[in-house]
């Protein structure tokens, strides 16, 4: 309960940015959550937590979204932070190669500490580096696609895409939850309001992605 | 010395006293039934309860009003009654020398808050203390302004700090050849006068000697040392093995202090990558973690002051200026001095982090006994300590108060035994505690979570430092001596 004051919404979705440390995470969260980018931005501890809510097929979605820390050290400590998690928007920088070759080790951790039917979105970001490039559009798209995951490349210092990425991801979320939902059983409900999708809902799942 | 020397390899001992502490806790809990183990003899729960009732009475008055005022009251009173009656339930704070007059500071500064919060304290002694209101960023801005009764009691210090800390070329009173640390740590643990702090830092870092004579020659050998070490070790950090390490430091490190413009500086950077690359290099079992970065900042920016001219701000300081011995100089000495402060909680950065982990849950319990009308809001509003308190804990607050209430906080710390471990612990309790009402005027996860992650401590100084580390003070005089306590009790058949 307590969705007091301006704060109505009628879904309440956790999703959780991941990636490697210095690929623009915090400033993702902030230009779509406050439009704001700092280039010189304090490393990330632990987690930091935002908010804002967007209409979806004319219903308030609210993103709570949570900006983990980067460096492997904490990635024990982060992987509890993945709990209750709809959507992961997994990050690299298209002008830091290294950063995508390490999505493969982040899809692990997701599979591993996440729900199994959590909603994975791949995001190339600082497309403004195009002198810079390192990692080719359409090898990111062809992987995302042999991975099951969608797909987007994203500036967040000249906003470019921000908006979509997050628009996109809460978009296939609530798809695949209200599919569920009229598909008979509710979508478990935790304490929050924060609905994840229980496990009996997995093999509606196929028909739920869209394209 | 040997602390200094001493790898990662050596790990602090288990800290056994944790799990006791624990199991007090467990036991003072309505619900909880006693706790039996090989190590401690079956536990009456009559005898526990009647003996701890006390205790949650005590705090069960400041933390059901939620008012700071009266659980410093009540904790000072606590304290008072130790000291009066050697109450068995809490022994006696310390009859040491050296907390004795800790303890009569705090209750002074619990009492003067006591009858009324006028600030009537704004007034008095501001002119006699010379201790450097110039640089707000950084210094112990105000004469004691938390207690005006004990701006006395810091005179006396402040002197005995200066004779101390005094050339012996002045005259009539020549320092002595030996520090008495436990006066030293005593006179610094209510805050250094700017001026004094690198030479006292040093001293209470256990990186001076205590022994004049020694000193020139020691430090001359550490500063040799250190770049004796980024010869040996600094060409390697693009080393297959080393790049990432160095990787995370070279990002890092901009983006550590944005808005002061000293850390801008090109130089200063380069000196915080030899810094922490070397340091890393010589840990490799914990290595370079995120948030290391920011606990050099504190050294670095004191050892700086120093050099820089009284009407020049450190923070904004252009180290180009500086003669580069100087430079050097206030590497080394940073470098030995943080090595020191994170060989006392290594295990905050090993693999898990489990020193954070064991703090966060000991926070927590903390808090469940001492703000409980807090901790259940927070419980009941789905938020998890570690969301919030991991920062607190990998960056010893330094990311939720501003630089210069580090530095007068670090004059406590490092004043204090295990100071940035345990009593940091009580310190966060404290500093949780010193926002009660307004979580808990907080009435959803988004509203509580965006405050803990941005909590109004702009303005923060000395004062508030003063009440967050006198806080602190007596929640661990309660705790830990509830803990020693129920040691004594146990050992006795």
């Known amino acids: 309960?307590?969705?007091?004051?301006?704060?109505?919404?009628?879904?309440?979705?956790?999703?959780?940015?991941?990636?490697?440390?210095?690929?623009?995470?915090?400033?993702?969260?902030?230009?779509?959550?406050?439009?704001?980018?700092?280039?010189?931005?304090?490393?990330?501890?632990?987690?930091?937590?935002?908010?804002?809510?967007?209409?979806?097929?004319?219903?308030?979605?609210?993103?709570?979204?949570?900006?983990?820390?980067?460096?492997?050290?904490?990635?024990?400590?982060?992987?509890?932070?993945?709990?209750?998690?709809?959507?992961?928007?997994?990050?690299?920088?298209?002008?830091?190669?290294?950063?995508?070759?390490?999505?493969?080790?982040?899809?692990?951790?997701?599979?591993?500490?996440?729900?199994?039917?959590?909603?994975?979105?791949?995001?190339?970001?600082?497309?403004?580096?195009?002198?810079?490039?390192?990692?080719?559009?359409?090898?990111?798209?062809?992987?995302?696609?042999?991975?099951?995951?969608?797909f987007i490349e994203t500036s967040a210092l000249d906003s470019t895409n921000v908006e979509a990425a997050f628009t996109n991801i809460l978009t296939e979320i609530y798809k695949s939850v209200s599919n569920k939902h009229v598909g008979g059983d509710r979508p478990a409900v935790l304490q929050q309001g924060i609905v994840i999708p229980t496990p009996a809902h997995e093999n509606q799942k196929k028909n739920c992605c869209p394209s | 010395m040997s602390m200094l020397m001493c790898t990662n390899l050596c790990f602090p001992k288990i800290d056994q006293i944790d799990q006791m502490q624990d199991k007090a806790i467990e036991i003072n809990n309505n619900t909880v039934k006693p706790v039996y183990g090989a190590r401690y003899p079956p536990l009456t729960k009559e005898g526990f309860d009647s003996k701890f009732r006390d205790v949650s009475d005590a705090w069960g008055l400041g933390g059901a009003g939620v008012d700071r005022e009266i659980a410093s009251a009540s904790a000072a009173q606590v304290i008072a009654d130790h000291q009066a009656s050697r109450d068995e339930i809490m022994p006696p704070v310390s009859t040491a020398p050296t907390k004795n007059s800790r303890v009569q500071a705090l209750q002074r500064l619990a009492i003067q808050k006591d009858p009324l919060p006028s600030h009537s304290h704004s007034a008095p002694a501001q002119s006699g203390n010379p201790i450097y209101p110039k640089l707000p960023e950084i210094s112990t801005d105000q004469p004691r302004s938390c207690s005006g009764s004990s701006a006395t009691g810091d005179q006396a210090r402040f002197a005995r700090l200066r004779r101390l800390f005094s050339s012996g070329s002045t005259g009539r009173s020549s320092p002595p050849v030996e520090v008495d640390m436990e006066q030293l740590k005593k006179d610094c643990w209510m805050g250094i006068p700017h001026k004094l702090r690198p030479q006292a830092w040093r001293l209470l870092s256990g990186y001076l000697p205590t022994n004049v004579e020694r000193r020139e020659v020691t430090l001359q050998r550490k500063r040799d040392e250190y770049w004796h070490y980024v010869e040996q070790y600094f060409h390697s950090r693009f080393d297959d093995g080393n790049a990432e390490t160095f990787r995370q430091i070279h990002i890092d490190i901009p983006r550590m202090c944005p808005l002061i413009p000293l850390f801008q500086q090109k130089l200063v950077q380069e000196m915080f990558e030899?810094?922490?690359?070397?340091?890393?290099?010589?840990?490799?079992?914990?290595?370079?973690?995120?948030?290391?970065?920011?606990?050099?900042?504190?050294?670095?920016?004191?050892?700086?002051?120093?050099?820089?001219?009284?009407?020049?701000?450190?923070?904004?300081?252009?180290?180009?200026?500086?003669?580069?011995?100087?430079?050097?100089?206030?590497?080394?000495?940073?470098f030995w001095c943080v090595s020191a402060l994170l060989d006392s909680i290594q295990d905050n950065y090993t693999f898990a982090q489990p020193g954070i982990q064991r703090k966060v849950l000991q926070l927590k319990h903390l808090m469940s006994r001492v703000d409980k009308p807090l901790?259940?809001?927070?419980?009941?509003?789905?938020?998890?300590?570690?969301?919030?308190?991991?920062?607190?804990?990998?960056?010893?607050?330094?990311?939720?108060?501003?630089?210069?209430?580090?530095?007068?906080?670090?004059?406590?710390?490092?004043?204090?035994?295990?100071?940035?471990?345990?009593?940091?612990?009580?310190?966060?309790?404290?500093?949780?505690?010193?926002?009660?009402r307004q979580l808990q005027a907080e009435k959803d996860f988004q509203g509580i979570m965006i405050l803990l992650q941005n909590l109004p401590t702009q303005s923060w100084g000395d004062r508030e430092i003063c009440e967050l580390t006198a806080d602190a003070f007596s929640l661990m005089s309660v705790f830990d001596g509830a803990r020693k306590h129920l040691t004594a009790q146990s050992a006795s058949p």
């Open chain 1, 1 to 150: 309960m307590g969705s007091s004051r301006d704060d109505e919404y009628d879904y309440l979705f956790k999703v959780v940015l991941i990636g490697d440390s210095g690929v623009g995470k915090s400033n993702l969260l902030s230009r779509f959550t406050r439009n704001e980018f700092n280039l010189e931005s304090k490393s990330t501890i632990g987690v930091e937590f935002a908010t804002r809510s967007i209409q979806v097929e004319g219903k308030t979605v609210k993103a709570q979204i949570w900006d983990t820390a980067g460096q492997e050290r904490y990635r024990a400590i982060t992987s509890a932070y993945y709990r209750g998690a709809v959507g992961a928007l997994l990050v690299y920088d298209i002008a830091k190669h290294v950063t995508y070759e390490n999505v493969e080790r982040w899809l692990k951790e997701l599979r591993d500490h996440a729900d199994q039917n959590i909603v994975i979105m791949l995001v190339g970001n600082k497309s403004d580096l195009r002198h810079l490039r390192a990692v080719p559009t359409d090898e990111a798209k062809i992987y995302a696609e042999k991975n099951q995951l969608s």
């Open chain 2, 274 to 334: 030899r810094i922490l690359y070397i340091w890393a290099i010589r840990h490799p079992a914990s290595g370079y973690v995120q948030g290391i970065n920011d606990l050099v900042t504190p050294f670095f920016v004191v050892f700086l002051s120093e050099f820089v001219p009284q009407d020049v701000e450190v923070g904004s300081f252009d180290i180009s200026q500086l003669p580069l011995e100087q430079c050097h100089l206030v590497e080394a000495d940073s």
């Open chain 2, 375 to 436: 901790h259940k809001h927070l419980e009941a509003n789905g938020i998890e300590y570690l969301q919030f308190a991991f920062r607190w804990m990998n960056n010893l607050l330094m990311r939720e108060i501003p630089l210069r209430a580090t530095i007068r906080l670090w004059d406590t710390y490092l004043s204090e035994q295990d100071g940035f471990s345990q009593f940091h612990s009580y310190v966060c309790a404290a500093f949780l505690r010193t926002w009660s």
